[in-house]
């Protein structure tokens, strides 16, 4: 079955860059081109170059309508969505390993598991069944034979996962299985980490900082002397977490440039960062306040999964356009509302553990004095909050930044947090609601 077709880029972009002055992004051509210089490539003049003129065959080729730029809201189903009908079906920025169909309409009878009443989402239609296949398989055959992750008898809750399913809901314009492949091994090696030295297989906060620091060489490697380096480089096989960390890594610096790979790296400090705060709430029996509990969890949450989005799709977002604050603010805001998600969804599997596990109604309900529903259904409210914030902004600097790239990098990372909506609320075998309604 071919996948679904990639979200086209906007066809008619806002003519000014208001809040991202043409000084910046005039420094961002004139370091590409300068990049483009040293490696021996063409020259080029140091400017912005306009989107390329683009043919499409057949009937499609009939002009796309040009749209009246709407309010911020508006602008986000447009400009993150791409456009639609005659004309359009050729706008895409890469050209995809398979024929292009057009994506089923979402369906509430062909998803599993419902939707937290109340909470604000965005149905999308169920990843490409052939694309999860092939995803699942290789993912598998990598945490087995490669790095040897697990043993025989975490195999069920590996498969429960369905880490194939969720990477292609998250990128659904990654151009090829092998793009996936990048996102799914680290998504897998993230979770190692998180189960093995936090969580469910034997993790613990006594220790946490040395686990971390040492895993943490294996994204972002020991420069030492000859004498300590190979006592370093024989560390990284020693447990499952390190070995999958240094094989996620290694695949994904072979596709991602030098300025997306420091940008990984530093978005999993911040997330080593929230681990260790929860962990020495967790060694003092300590319930923060709400404020301070989702100040951690915007460090311990998803930001390196959809920050890494232009790499899985094949591109780059310049690295002046993602350090400005708008986009430094739209990318944390996506990480804490899809972050919150999987504490509400997660709600009664993480009542069931053992051990108090602090989730976001947790420390609502001890901090507010509300009952568990009150709590839970106040937490919802606040996921709702940050995904409305996450939208104006998103919506207000697509409007501000007309760079494909940039366009396409917002697109991106709402591709993201509906996806990862998506397979929490499908994954049945983790996750179930608990009876508040």
Known sequence: MPSPELTPPQSSLPEAASHFGAHVLTDAAARACDIKAATGGPPCAPSLPAPPAISVPGPAAIEAPTAEVPPPNADLERILRGPSGLGTAGLRLIVREEPPTPPPEP???TAEGRPIPGLYHHPVPEPDPVRVEEVSRRIKSWAVDEVALYPEDWAEEFDGFSVGRYMVGCHPDAPTVDHLMVATRLMVAENAVDDCYCEDHGGSPDGLGERLLLAHTALDPLYTTQEYQPHWAKSLHEDAPRRAYRSAMEYFVQVASPSQTDRFRHDM???????????????TDHVPEV???????????????PTITDTVGGYELPMDLHAQAAMQKVIALAGNATTIVNDLYSYTKELDAPGRHLNLPVVIAEREGLSDRDAYLKSVEVHNELMHDFESHAAALAADCPV????????GVAAWVDGNHHWHQTNTYRYSLPDFW
């Open 107 to 109: 369906s509430a009878a």
């Open 269 to 283: 400090a911040r997330l080593h960062m929230g681990y260790l705060a929860e962990a020495a709430w967790a060694q």
């Open 291 to 305: 404020w301070e509990y989702l100040a951690m969890r915007q460090f311990n949450n998803f930001r390196p999964c």
């Open 404 to 411: 494909p790239s940039a366009q396409r990098f917002l697109r």
